[in-house]
């Protein structure tokens, strides 16, 4: 069954929450689940099906909602500190253990929070359009990308300027990956709400104060990482992966071509097989 | 003339040094010389002749000896800033008020330096195995790296150890950049000394001294870099490419395969190409 074929799944959390998800791939014993952290305002229905279908091709793949977010109850705080926690608190409500994650945008952020927070529970981290905690210039995104994105009602037309790139194959994987994502026309998750925005981008701004001293926390973060980015992201350009992977000890970097904030979902097979190699290789 | 039959010049400088250096390549008034600075123990004749004829085909390249390297006068100093402020008086000397600067190894030290010291100087920068002052991890070369060059004689299987990688492909250009940089045997640079050797490795050694503060400093090198290093380099790892990258807010990065620290006389064809392309880019 494929990702735009699952049911929505309810787990009901130590810190009162009920977590909306979705539970797929195969039951290796050999691997541990990946799980996916969401970026900027989405929900279940935010990821490419085409995607999720090929990392689940070898392992056990849960998305979810974070607290407040989508079909998942709460409110959603406004940072990403409580956010980390908050995913933490669904991981062992899903009997979660030992996990490889994947951040994406904001989701990277709490992916970087996780791993530092708790981090005998992250095997592997994937960081997904992703900037360090206090970096020079990440205070909060540009105003033409918030004008796209940021704004009440974001239309495909707008979603696909930040996500995609202007060439005309980049525009075409974005339609294509819209088509995908909305093909489910049943059993969608709830859309998320403004204070939902609203608190995410109180945590995107808090988390881009400007403070070097805080890219020093990356040192930390000793499992191996694999951080990427499409190579003309105007949400975060791929500067940060970069620096990323010049402060994490163990960190592999690949920039994708002709591609933007959702460079994972217009380059979905190429960077499935990129995760994969990277979940199963020996370094 | 191939810079195999340039003659050695000297140059004497306010700070009463007279430099060792080769100048080649063409007079164009469309561009500002290209000044190269070696790395640790290397002396004009350790630049492959190969690169240097390359990267002279569009513009003009200054090779040279800082104070008391080869056939420099005077000794040489322990700390890169004085390096810095050597190379500045032998810029002066030459009556160059702007230069492009490519330095490698200890040279993209030098290089770094100078364009905090004297940015105005300095139109772009290219960093070759280039590494950030105060970066974890940077404190010193590893055992085997300073088994293989830091002793009193560097046998050239020695040299190959750390300046070539494993493959067959890649020992291979190397016995053949060291074929290149050994076909001069009349007029060869002066032999580098211990003294040489051993205050260049104190200033390495302090350089690498870890303070995360001093990263914040290449915020402040504001011309367009370009970042180069081999994939697989036992001396500077291209972990702190991908750091100067991230700090640096103009910088673009470029990661040689099957190669290491001598990744420019390998890839000697395609770093010029790079270097030339980025030059001349309009960004």
Redesign the interface.
Known sequence: MGYSDLRNEMVSAANGTDYAYRDTGSRSEATVPLVLLQHFRGNLDSWDPALIDALAQARRVVTFDNVGVGGSTGTTPDTIEQMALDALAFLAAMGLSEVDLLGFSIGSFVAQRIALTRPTMVRRLVLASAAPQGA??MHGWAPEVMDAVGTRHTSPEAYLEVFFARSAASRQAGKEALQRMYARTEDRDTVTTWATREAQYDAVCIWGIPD??L??RL?AIDMPVFVANGDSDPMIPP?????????I?H?R?KIYPDSAHGFLFQHHAEFAADVEAFLTSAG
């Open positions: 020079a210039g070097h001293a890219l020093q040192g500067h940060y992966s970069y620096l990323l992977a010049g402060l000890p960190a970097v």
